[in-house]
């Protein structure tokens, strides 16, 4: 079905994502990951195949399954698929730890931007799925162009000065 004018809609202002849910190919490995190194806390899983985990007792913000994906392959980075899951931390400083904690562990970073929104840090899963941790700046720091309207950018983040909040 292809939308025309008439039929504009546009989702109601409280809606959110909910959770997302991925395929992996090794369920315990992705948990050592996503509850081991980022913190997530495990929910519940059904059986050796999948997990739910969240942050804060929510009853699932990732879905982890290996239905079809066990032993598998990660899929192939040219193809059409999700980019990244972002996870949204609630302060500059949250994020801060979770850099610190990264480079303890030696986990590699994919990239770090500061999107003027909002500061990121970008990593692979273990089956190479995208993963973005980012805290957003509040609205009336957003930056805007003459008109008013957004202004998004991506340059470097400056990561010393990041992991300088944990001092402060």
């Not at 008439?6 to 109601?12: E, I, K």
């Not at 059904?46 to 066990?70: E, M, P, Q, R, V």
């Not at 990593?123 to 190479?128: E, M, Q, R, S, V």
Request: glycine share 8%.
């Amino acid at each position: 079905m292809e939308a025309t004018p008439d039929d504009a809609y546009a989702l109601p202002a409280g809606t959110r994502i909910g959770h997302v849910h991925l395929k992996v190919t090794n369920l315990e490995r992705s948990l050592e990951f996503y509850c081991g190194l980022l913190g997530f806390d495990l929910m519940r899983t059904y059986g050796k195949d999948a997990a739910f985990i969240s942050a804060g007792g929510y009853h699932h913000h990732i879905g982890l399954n290996t239905w079809f994906s066990k032993n598998g392959t990660a899929a192939p980075k040219n193809s059409a698929g999700l980019f990244h899951t972002a996870i949204l931390y609630p302060s500059r400083k949250e994020l801060a730890a979770i850099l610190q904690r990264l480079l303890q562990a030696r986990y590699p970073l994919t990239g770090a931007a500061d999107h003027g929104v909002s500061e990121a840090l970008y990593l692979d899963d273990p089956d190479k799925n995208g993963v973005e941790l980012y805290w957003d700046r509040a609205v009336d720091q957003w930056p805007r162009k003459p008109d008013g309207s957004l202004e998004m950018y991506t340059r470097q983040l400056d990561l010393r000065g990041l992991l300088r909040e944990l001092t402060e």
